[in-house]
T-cell receptor, first 116, second 114 residues
Framework: AQSVTQLDSQVPVFEEAPVELRCNYS??????LFWYVQYPNQGLQLLLK??????LVESINGFEAEFNKSQTSFHLRKPSVHISDTAEYFC??????????????FGQGTILTVHP | NAGVTQTPKFQVLKTGQSMTLQCAQD?????MYWYRQDPGMGLRLIYY???????DKGEVPNGYNVSRLNKREFSLRLESAAPSQTSVYFC?????????????FGAGTRLSVL
């Protein structure tokens, strides 16, 4: 079985400050890792993913995440946040191969609030 | 591009009433999923369908039934709603297998059971 822990339920920051949203996972096999973002009253959108290769992955809007196998972490970072980044962020894990339907296991979510 | 469409967007039920949440996708995906989202608990998988004609239980299936009507549509039914089923429900779809198995989500159905 696999599990995901997001260490902070809420993260308040000021605009233009850096932010890190923490995610740790537990799995006995290799995994794919994802960050999804949910803006108020909307569904989830994929922000970025790690499948293989370079352990540092980036999104088009300035977020990045680094896969650290030894620490079983996949923290999300942004060097300078904007008001529009206010949202809830979910870390998720999936095991590649095996069953074909690729069930995702989600963390509890982190609410990022950016203040002016 | 419609993607994943869920209806209704909002619903209020009384305890014991039944209802069906509808989900349709236009991306020709084989796999479809139903999740519920509760504060502080992330998303939990209720049921999924790996392909047309197959359905399987997820993490929290009790009190729910599903139907994969065809490749496009996957409905979730509450036969006798309970206050514990007050939640936001999300439908998702994806291709099946491989690294391209990325799930795409609908906008959600906000359900209150009184």
């Amino acid at each position: 079985a696999q599990s995901v822990t997001q260490l902070d339920s809420q993260v308040p920051v000021f605009e233009e400050a850096p932010v890190e949203l923490r995610c740790n996972y537990s799995s006995s096999v290799s995994v794919y890792l994802f960050w999804y973002v949910q803006y108020p009253n909307q569904g989830l959108q994929l922000l970025l993913k790690y499948l293989s290769g370079s352990t540092l992955v980036e999104s088009i809007n300035g977020f990045e995440a680094e896969f650290n196998k030894s620490q079983t972490s996949f923290h999300l970072r942004k060097p300078s946040v904007h008001i529009s980044d206010t949202a809830e962020y979910f870390c998720a894990v999936r095991t590649p191969g095996g069953t074909s339907y690729g069930k995702l296991t989600f963390g509890q979510g982190t609410i990022l609030t950016v203040h002016p | 591009n419609a993607g994943v469409t869920q209806t209704p967007k909002f619903q209020v039920l009384k305890t014991g009433q039944s209802m069906t949440l509808q989900c349709a996708q236009d991306m020709n995906h084989n796999s479809m999923y139903w999740y519920r989202q509760d504060p502080g608990m992330g998303l939990r998988l209720i049921y999924y369908s790996a392909s047309e004609g197959t359905t399987d239980k997820g993490e929290v299936p009790n009190g729910y039934n599903v139907s994969r009507l065809n490749k496009r549509e996957f409905s979730l039914r509450l036969e006798s709603a309970a206050p514990s089923q007050t939640s936001v429900y999300f439908c998702a779809s994806s291709v099946t297998g491989g690294s391209k198995n990325i799930q795409y989500f609908g906008a959600g159905t906000r359900l209150s059971v009184l």
